[in-house]
C-alpha cells in the first residue's frame, strides 16, 4: 500500500472530506485564523507601544541621574531651615573624585536669555555645559558640531543653538558662523541641533536651547563657581541610586546642612525610571502572550472537536478500509494529516493578515510595527503541533473501530 503522506489521492481525500460541511470547516478555520492573527497582533502590537514609550527617551542614557539644590527642611550649625543650597564646583570635584564609576558627568547652568540676530529675536533657554553632556544626553546634529573640550579649556564664546531657534533667527539661511546676541553678549554658532525624545533638561528641549561652554557661561554671566545642575551616567554594573548617600555626604560636608536632610539635595535617578519602563513592557509581553495563548487554545479545542466528528460520521468508511487491509498507521496518518491541512491554512492566512494590519499601523504611527519572521514561524509552529495533537486522540479512536463493528453500523 502506498504511503498516505506522499499520495495524492489521499490529499484529494482529504479536501474532500474538509469541504463536504463548509460550514463547519469554515467555523473551525476561522477560529484558528482568529488565534493565530490575535496572538501575532498582540506579540507586534507590543512592541509598537514599546516602541512609542521608548520613543519618548531616545537620545537619552539609561543610567543617568540628576544632582540639584534644594532647600533644607531642618536648622543646622546656625542656620534655619527653608535655606536654599548653592552646588558649587567644589561640590563637583569631590563628586567626581570619590566617584571613580562615574563614566560621563556634566555641570549644568540654566539662564534664559533674548537671542538676537539683527532685528529677529527668540527666548530662548541658555545652558551652560561641558563636553559630556552629549554623550549623555546625545543631541541631533543638523549643522555644524556640539561643544567640544576645547571650547571648554579656551573658555571660547561660541555656541550650539536649536533648530527651532535657527528657524526663529535665521530662517532658511545658514546659521553657521554668524554670531548672535546673548543678553547683550555675542557668540558664534558653530553647530544647529535638535532631539527626538519628549524629554527636556530644565524645562526646554533641545531644539528651544542654547548651549555654550559652561567655563564660558561662568566667565560671561558671573556666576562664579554655582553649579545648577550636575548630571552623570554609571557604567554598566552599577546603578546610580548605589552611589546617593555618598553624594549626600559628601555635599553636606561642604554646606552648612544636616547630613539626613534630604530636601537639601534633589537626586533623581532617571535609570529607576527606565527600570519602571522596561517592567512595564514586560507585563504588557505577558498579557499578549496570556491573551494570545487563551485564543490559540479556544482554537485547537474547535480541531479536536471537528477531528473527532469527522472520525464519528467516517466510521462505516473506517470499517471497511480496515476490512481491506487499511493499517492502523493509515488511519491516523489520514486523520492527522486532515487536522494539519486545516491548522496550516487557517494559521497561515491569520500570520498573512496580521502582518498586513502591523504595516497599517507602522505607516500611521511611524513606529516600527513588524512581526520577526522568526515569530511568525515559532506561532504557526505552535499551532501546528498543537493542531496535530488535538487530533491525536480521534486519531486513535479511529484506529481502535473494529472492522465487523464498523460495518455494521449505522
Known amino acids: 500500500m502506498r504511503n498516505p503522506v506522499f499520495d495524492i489521492e489521499n490529499w484529494r481525500e482529504i479536501a474532500a472530506t474538509l469541504t463536504q460541511n463548509k460550514t463547519r470547516t469554515f467555523l473551525t478555520g476561522f477560529g484558528i485564523f482568529w488565534g493565530t492573527a490575535m496572538l501575532a497582533l498582540l506579540l ?173 557661561m561662568r566667565a560671561s554671566y558671573n556666576l562664579g563657581s554655582k553649579v545648577n545642575m550636575f548630571m552623570m551616567t554609571i557604567v ?56 494570545g495563548l487563551g485564543t490559540l487554545l479556544s482554537g485547537i479545542v474547535g480541531i479536536g472537536n471537528i477531528m473527532w466528528i469527522i472520525v464519528r460520521e467516517r466510521t462505516h468508511e473506517i470499517g471497511i478500509r480496515r476490512a481491506i487491509g487499511a493499517k492502523p498507521r493509515d488511519i491516523i496518518v489520514q486523520i492527522l494529516s486532515e487536522s494539519m491541512v486545516l491548522t496550516t491554512v487557517a494559521g497561515f492566512a491569520g500570520i498573512v493578515f496580521a502582518v498586513a494590519v502591523l504595516a497599517a499601523v507602522e505607516k500611521g504611527v511611524g513606529v516600527p510595527a513588524q512581526l520577526p519572521f522568526a515569530t511568525a514561524g515559532a506561532i504557526l509552529a505552535a499551532f501546528l503541533v498543537l493542531g496535530t495533537a488535538a487530533g491525536i486522540i480521534p486519531a486513535l479512536k479511529a484506529m481502535q473501530i473494529k472492522p465487523i463493528e464498523a460495518l455494521n453500523d449505522k
Open 44 to 216: 507586534g502590537g507590543s512592541d509598537v507601544i514599546k516602541g512609542m514609550m521608548s520613543r519618548n527617551f531616545e537620545g537619552f542614557a539609561t543610567n543617568v541621574a540628576v544632582a540639584f539644590p534644594g532647600r533644607t527642611s531642618k536648622s543646622y550649625g546656625g542656620f534655619n531651615k527653608g535655606m536654599t543650597l548653592d552646588l558649587n564646583l567644589t561640590d563637583i570635584v569631590n563628586i567626581r573624585t570619590a566617584i571613580p564609576q562615574i563614566e560621563n558627568s556634566s555641570t549644568v547652568n540654566m539662564l534664559w536669555v533674548n537671542a538676537l540676530y539683527g532685528q529677529k529675536k527668540s527666548s530662548a533657554q541658555l545652558n551652560g555645559i561641558e563636553p559630556g553632556y552629549a554623550r549623555i544626553f546625545e543631541p541631533i546634529i543638523y549643522a555644524g558640531r556640539f561643544i567640544n573640550e576645547s571650547d571648554q579649556a579656551s573658555t571660547r564664546k561660541v555656541c550650539v543653538i536649536g533648530k527651532k531657534v535657527a528657524d526663529e533667527l535665521f530662517g532658511s539661511s545658514e546659521a553657521l558662523g554668524k554670531e548672535i546676541d546673548l543678553n547683550g553678549i555675542y557668540y558664534k554658532v558653530v553647530g544647529v541641533v535638535g532631539q527626538t525624545s519628549e524629554i527636556n533638561i530644565g524645562g526646554s528641549s533641545m531644539d528651544e536651547s542654547v548651549y555654550i561652554p559652561a567655563s564660558s
Open 236 to 291: 554598566a554594573g552599577h546603578s546610580p541610586s548605589e552611589y546617593e548617600q555618598l553624594i549626600r555626604r559628601i555635599v553636606a560636608r561642604n554646606h552648612p546642612i544636616a547630613p539626613d536632610d534630604r530636601a537639601a539635595l534633589g537626586f533623581f535617578d532617571i535609570s529607576e525610571q527606565f527600570k519602571m519602563v522596561d517592567n512595564l513592557f514586560s507585563g504588557i509581553t505577558i498579557l499578549a502572550l496570556f491573551v
